[in-house]
């Protein structure tokens, strides 16, 4: 067993580089894709979960969701809702990338009852899928 190593520059937090990059999405996106909605548990290897971190607060998700479709948005929710369950370097809490995208497709009309519950049934986090109730009702 080992343990992955952190890096703090992954995380950001200074406010630069706005937007999440093409090729970080698109590693999302596949880890995404490959996940079966039925099962909760993923098989990721541990780079897989190293490289994704830097995407668990990122605050350009709103941003990057809108050029995607709902099924990727879909996806990448039920990845980021079982993955923050299963590995501890996910843990994101209100931050967590779920919030944004469950609010994009609010927006768009095509959040759905059962994707509702499905997060709520598969995850251990208190904010998921609404996000924090103190920064809702910020103006």
């Not at 497709?105 to 997060?119: F, Y």
């Amino acid at each position: 067993m080992s343990v992955g190593t952190f890096d703090p520059s992954q995380l950001n937090t200074s406010g630069e580089n706005q937007t999440i990059s093409a090729s970080l999405l698109a590693a999302a996106l596949d880890c995404a894709r490959g996940c079966d909605p039925s099962v909760s548990t993923l098989a990721l290897d541990e780079t897989d979960v190293s490289a994704l971190c830097p995407l668990l607060t990122h605050p350009a998700w709103s941003e990057a969701a809108q050029q995607l479709s709902t099924q990727d948005i879909a996806a990448l929710i039920r990845l980021f809702t079982v993955g923050e369950r299963q590995y501890s370097a996910w843990k994101a809490g209100a931050k967590s990338p779920v919030v944004a995208l469950v609010r994009v497709l609010k927006q768009r009309g095509e959040m759905t009852p059962d994707l509702t519950s499905w997060i709520k049934q598969n995850t251990d986090n208190r904010y998921l899928p609404h996000g924090d109730l103190m920064d809702r009702l910020k103006p």
